[in-house]
């Protein structure tokens, strides 16, 4: 397996502008998890998604950012409009999601610059 | 709400000298505590978890305890290389959760050679 698969890896984007992220978890995996790391605020989850649904949003910071996950293999963080404190580095991650807790596996990142 | 506290924030030690990270946590039906490495620019990366039913487990020069009663658990590198420089972070499960995982907030360790 190719592991979490996250693109773009880099994002330069000016303010105003939607960023979108997508994220391809490990195949099997039923949790996904997207998370936002900064030197301030260490590393946040966003939301979690279990067999497709969200089960937990509440962090996401405000109505800027929305996220989905049409079908098992894919997922997509949306940021819109996007302004320069959204800079940071976001991770998005997957585990087996049973009842049986497992390690998460972190795809490489994308890098979001908002300028 | 769910809470994990990581000491230090920095550590920095002599090659080959131990270190030790400790984290607290909150919720007492925690049951999974893992630890991730991350290195500059790069991913975070599971080194060693342990799960409730035991206090202790190792794998080569790192080890983690576990104090249920105390909620609190460590790990532990022996033998530090400059190789083991960077963040380290500890994490919990939480309750009723299919995953789900509350991280501290990371330590920065630094190991000179």
């Known amino acids: 397996d190719a592991g979490v698969i996250q693109s773009p890896r880099h994002e330069v984007t000016e303010m105003g502008q939607e960023v979108t992220l997508r994220c391809k978890p490990i195949?099997?995996?039923?949790?996904l998890f997207w998370y936002r790391q900064t030197m301030m605020r260490g590393l946040e989850l966003l939301i979690y998604f279990n067999n497709n649904v969200p089960i937990d949003d509440s962090g996401m910071p405000e109505d800027r950012f929305s996220a989905k996950m049409p079908n098992a293999s894919f997922s997509t963080l949306k940021i819109q409009p996007s302004e320069p404190r959204d800079s940071a580095v976001y991770f998005c991650a997957s585990s087996q999601g049973d009842r049986r807790m497992d390690e998460q596996f972190f795809g490489p990142g994308t890098r979001l610059t908002v300028l | 709400g769910e809470n994990v506290e990581q000491h230090p924030s920095t550590l920095s030690v002599q090659e080959g000298d131990s270190a030790v990270i400790k984290c607290t946590y909150s919720d007492s039906a925690s049951n999974y505590f893992p630890w991730y490495k991350q290195e500059l620019g790069k991913r975070p990366q599971l080194i060693i978890d342990i799960r409730s039913n035991v206090g202790e487990k190792k794998d080569q020069r790192i080890a983690v305890t576990l104090n249920k009663t105390a909620k609190h658990f460590s790990l532990h590198i022996t033998e530090t290389q400059p190789e083991d420089s960077a963040v380290y972070f500890c994490?919990?499960?939480?309750?009723?959760?299919?995953?789900?995982?509350?991280f501290g907030k990371g330590t920065k360790l630094s190991v000179k050679p």
């Open positions: 195949s099997g995996h039923n949790s």
């Open positions: 994490a919990a499960s939480i309750r009723g959760s299919q995953g789900n995982l509350i």
